[in-house]
């Protein structure tokens, strides 16, 4: 019998997509803001209370680092509080978790990644705070959790999935739209495709409870990174230095490296590629680019 899984945030893109990909394996609930707002965490309670349930993907959040850093408390309450009032629920349900974190918990490490899932986390900002108290706060209330850090996730829209913000739509809209635009010289970061976990979801769902790093390897900067989407986007050089510029001035005062290691997860025989082959997957996957 399929198992049911409860998904909060299922209107975002990766939980568009896992749900797409792998709607004949499981039942899926949805909870999008029509049904709980996630800044009151008591409709959230009595929302999730009333479903009946095997498993929950948390993917709600409020990501966007200057509005959690405009509003603190508000982040609080959608990140944290009503995280904790799912864990609780699951705690009394028998139900498993899994729980979307990020790599910015890592933003603040002075030393550089890839990261293990062991590392000390260190953030400086609100929504990396926030994450780390969640992650400690699920594992206090729930046992059998699976938390999943996230490297950046990309890919494009489809048909009744709109695509977050990510590189290759970063640069998509510099070149088509011939507007100069600034990636960041003094970052690295992982950056994975959004498929491969949609494709190895059912595998994660079977994962022991435990903290687990979702990334395709990358040693480029992030402005490097821009630059080899726009190459394989067919881009002159010319348009390149045209559009694609250096941001120098972004974290001049300390280079940020929050990658991930995911060996562990390749132990389980959930396994990601490169940052090259991701793009190169995506852009032919999306017809951008010929087999």
Not at 30 to 35: F, L, S
Not at 48 to 62: G, S
């Amino acid at each position: 019998m399929k198992k049911t899984i409860l998904v909060t945030g299922a209107n975002g893109y990766l939980a568009s997509y896992i749900m797409k990909l792998n709607a004949h394996t499981f039942n899926f609930i949805k909870m999008t803001r029509k049904d709980a707002d996630l800044s009151d965490p008591e409709s959230v309670k009595k929302f999730v209370e009333k479903q009946t349930f095997d498993l929950c993907f948390h993917t709600a959040a409020n990501a966007t680092t200057a509005v959690c850093e405009e509003n603190p408390e508000i982040a609080h309450a959608i990140n944290v509080e009503s995280t904790k009032a799912i864990a609780q629920i699951c705690h009394q349900k028998g139900a498993k978790l899994i729980f979307c974190s990020t790599e910015q918990i890592f933003n603040g490490k002075e030393d550089h990644g890839p990261f293990k899932e062991e590392e000390t986390p260190k953030s400086v900002t609100v929504y990396g705070k926030n994450k780390i108290e969640c992650e400690e706060i699920i594992q206090q209330i729930c046992q059998d959790t699976i938390i999943l850090r996230y490297s950046w996730m990309f890919g494009l829209s489809m048909p009744g999935i709109k695509a977050s913000p990510n590189i290759i739509v970063n640069v998509m809209n510099a070149l088509l739209h011939q507007q100069p635009t600034l990636f960041t010289v003094n970052e690295k970061r992982c950056m994975t495709y959004a498929r491969h976990l949609a494709e190895q979801f059912e595998a994660i769902t079977e994962l022991p409870a435990g903290t687990y790093h979702v990334a395709s390897y990358n040693n480029q900067s992030t402005y490097e990174s821009a630059k080899f989407v726009a190459q394989a986007l067919g881009a002159t050089p010319e348009a390149i230095e045209q559009y694609i510029l250096p941001n120098h001035e972004r974290y001049q005062e300390r280079f940020r490296d929050y990658r991930l290691d995911a060996e562990k997860l390749a132990k389980y025989g959930i396994t990601f590629g490169t940052f090259e082959e991701d793009v190169l997957q995506v852009l032919t996957d999306f017809g951008w680019r010929k087999k």
